[in-house]
Every structure is written in structure tokens, then in C-alpha cells.
């Protein structure tokens, strides 16, 4: 059973360009959770989906971030017009949806965002 | 505002002996906590949960303890081994909303 996958594993963008970072769960998931962490800081939630629904994007910059998790295929985090501050790793957890009051969150390995 | 802390950022404990790696939040009303592991350039690997139901869980050499009164949280490591130096996260939530993490506590485990 693969875990989550994320890709790529590495992005270098320019200022000002588009950067979309793709998280494909775990089978059987269907919760989605995006995180950023910045050098020398913790995860920071951005957003949580479930097919075709955005349930919480409290943590997402107001501009320029997007995320969707369509009926088919991965979700997507989108970055327009990239900012050097936008550098950082990306997190995507998923989660099998809710069972008895638990829900673990499993991670994938990450999409390391280089701004120049 | 930070609603998980990790307030110390680095362990360094022998092999064999315990580590104790601690944690607080801030809401009392977060029902399930989970400690990750992170080795650099991967993502956080799922260690072990406790649900508010419960004061302390198990799993082999980890152990998770929870005191809802002082809203505080520890993971014990026993023996601690070489193996164990990572990065340790905590996360707190409510089932089905987002997670808080806090800042980590880089753990060495000196041979």
C-alpha cells in the first residue's frame, strides 16, 4: 500500500511565476491536509479538503494560494505569482475520514519550494 | 498565536537511558494528540496517539502521557537509541478539524 505521495520532491521557481505542488493520499484516504513549514519553524496548517470540498482553509494566504482536490486525480496546491518568502516545504497529509473519534494523519515526504 | 508548544528546541540524552520530550496547548477543548518523528528532507512519520479519553498510551518502547488538567503532554523513549535522533513534533486537535503542531524538539541520542 503506497503511502502519500507528493511531486515533485524539489521545484524551483522564478519571482513571479506559478509553482503547483500535486499530493496524491493514501488509497482508501479521502481527507487531504495541506502544511508549510519555513526554516527553523513547525508545520503550519494551510488547508483541509475533501473530494471536491474546501472544509477549512483558515491557514491559507488570502492571495495568491489555492487548493483543490478534484473527484479524479491528486490534489493541488497552486502558488501564483511566487514571492521569495513563499520558499519553504510543503507538507500533504491525508487521513481516512473519521472512525470512532480518531483520525490520524499521515504525511508524504514533501515539496521543497526554491523561490529565486 | 501558537496554540502547541514545544518549549524546548533540542534533547540530548545517552543510549539506553530515557528521553522525555514535552509538550502544552493552549485549548482545552483539543480531543486528540499525536507525536510525529521527522528525519531531514522527509515528511513526518506518524508515531503514536492518545485520545482525551485516555491518560497514557503505549507502543513498545514509546509511551505518550496526557494531563488535560495542566493541558500538557510527554513522549517517553525507553531505552532511547541511536536510531531515535530526530525531530519530534506534537499535534493537537479536534477530531476532524485541523491539527496544531508545535515547533519540535530536535532529539540526539549519543551512542
Known amino acids: 500500500n503506497a503511502g502519500v505521495m507528493q511531486n515533485p520532491r524539489h521545484l524551483v521557481r522564478r519571482r513571479g511565476q506559478e509553482a503547483r505542488l500535486r499530493c496524491s493520499p493514501m488509497?482508501?484516504?479521502?481527507?487531504v491536509y495541506w502544511y508549510r513549514q519555513l526554516p527553523e519553524e513547525g508545520l503550519k496548517f494551510m488547508v483541509y479538503l475533501q473530494k471536491e470540498n474546501i472544509i477549512d482553509e483558515s491557514g491559507m494566504p488570502k492571495e495568491r494560494f489555492s487548493a483543490e482536490f478534484p473527484k479524479e486525480g491528486p490534489s493541488i496546491l497552486r502558488i501564483q505569482q511566487v514571492v521569495r518568502g513563499d520558499s519553504a516545504a510543503y507538507f500533504c497529509?491525508?487521513?481516512?475520514?473519521?472512525?470512532?473519534?480518531?483520525?490520524?494523519?499521515?504525511f508524504g515526504p514533501g515539496t521543497r519550494l526554491t523561490v529565486l | 498565536d501558537q496554540q502547541v508548544k514545544q518549549n524546548s528546541p533540542s534533547l540530548s540524552v545517552q543510549e539506553g537511558r530515557i528521553s522525555i520530550l514535552n509538550c502544552d496547548y493552549t485549548n482545552s477543548m483539543f480531543d486528540y494528540f499525536l507525536w510525529y518523528k521527522k528525519y531531514p528532507a522527509e515528511g513526518p512519520t506518524f508515531l503514536i496517539s492518545i485520545s482525551s479519553i485516555k491518560d497514557k498510551n503505549e507502543d513498545g518502547r514509546f509511551t505518550v502521557f496526557l494531563n488535560k488538567s495542566a493541558k500538557h503532554l510527554s513522549l517517553h523513549i525507553v531505552p532511547s537509541q541511536p536510531g531515535d535522533s530526530a525531530v519530534y513534533f506534537c499535534a493537537a486537535g479536534n477530531t476532524g478539524n485541523q491539527f496544531y503542531f508545535g515547533t519540535g524538539t530536535s532529539l540526539t541520542v549519543i551512542p
Open positions: 488509497k482508501g484516504h479521502s481527507h
Open positions: 497529509a491525508s487521513s481516512p475520514g473519521f472512525r470512532g473519534g480518531s483520525d490520524t494523519q499521515y
